[in-house]
């Protein structure tokens, strides 16, 4: 059974940092694409960004890049995505999600993880 777990969330003031991870076991983690979703309050799941499995190749939506970043370790099955220069706007529940292929829509991913509260005050 798979299982992606997400930790890292909380409070931060605005212009701070955060890194939030995702613990995935129950499948071949290295030969899948790991992403990014968050869920601002009152709206849908919405891409952050993601990494492939093979040469670590990353994408971020236009928002994201510049200030997070997202890496993996294959030897421990992590995925980390770091939050830098955090707005109240980045607000959200953040999730990890694994697929085969890389995709930016949220209804194409296989696993999905519960979910950690990121919330930054002004």
């Known amino acids: 059974q798979v299982h992606l777990v997400e930790s890292g969330g909380g409070l931060v003031q605005a212009g701070g940092s955060l890194r939030l991870s995702c613990a995935a076991s129950g499948l071949p983690f290295s030969t899948y694409v790991m992403a990014w979703f968050r869920r601002p309050p009152g709206k849908e799941r919405l891409f952050v960004g993601m990494i492939g499995w093979s040469y670590g190749t990353t994408h971020y939506t236009d928002d994201a890049r510049g200030r997070f970043t997202i890496t993996r370790d294959n030897d421990k099955n992590e995925v980390y995505l770091e939050m830098n220069s955090l707005e109240p706007e980045d607000t959200a529940v953040y999730y990890c999600?694994?697929?085969?292929?890389?995709?930016?829509?949220?209804?194409?991913?296989?696993?999905w993880g519960q979910g950690t509260q990121v919330t930054v005050s002004s």
């Open positions: 999600a694994a697929r085969r292929r890389a995709s930016w829509y949220a209804r194409e991913y296989e696993y």
